[in-house]
């Protein structure tokens, strides 16, 4: 079975980059038909999709997000990671990594919704 683990700072000023780190293990990150999500959860409000790469590498981001975020992989390594460049206050959440094989959509996210789950890693923003 797939292990998924975040890491990186708990804390990032404001206009600097968050950058996270998702390592895997019991599983392959070029194995086919898997999608390596980013997700998180803000104070008192719902998942949010982040974006996410394929096992291939191919990359897709959520829209409002897009102009800001940065998701790659290190095969060697079994890692990928999240790249959010000039952060705000608002940006302050519970982050994580997860796995499905299925496209994930990109509204109205439940747990369900992503068959393995890191254990999620706070980050805040604030100066």
């Known amino acids: 079975q797939v292990q998924l683990q975040e890491s990186g700072p708990g804390l990032v000023k404001p206009s600097q980059t968050l950058s996270l780190t998702c390592t895997v293990s019991?599983?392959?990150?070029?194995?086919?038909?898997?999608?390596w999500s980013w997700i998180r959860q803000p104070p008192g409000k719902g998942l949010e999709w982040i974006g996410y790469?394929?096992?291939?590498?191919?990359?897709t981001y959520s829209p409002s997000l897009k102009s800001r975020t940065s998701i790659s992989r290190d095969t060697s390594k079994k890692q990928f990671t999240l790249q959010l460049s000039s952060v705000t206050p608002e940006d302050t959440a519970v982050y994580y990594c997860?796995?499905?094989?299925?496209?994930?959509?990109?509204?109205?996210?439940?747990?369900?919704?992503?068959?393995?789950w890191g254990q999620g890693t706070q980050v805040t923003v604030s100066s």
């Open positions: 790469i394929t096992s291939s590498g191919s990359t």
């Open positions: 019991g599983g392959s990150i070029t194995a086919s038909y898997y999608y």
């Open positions: 997860a796995r499905d094989n299925r496209r994930p959509k990109q509204a109205d996210l439940s747990r369900a919704d992503f068959r393995s």
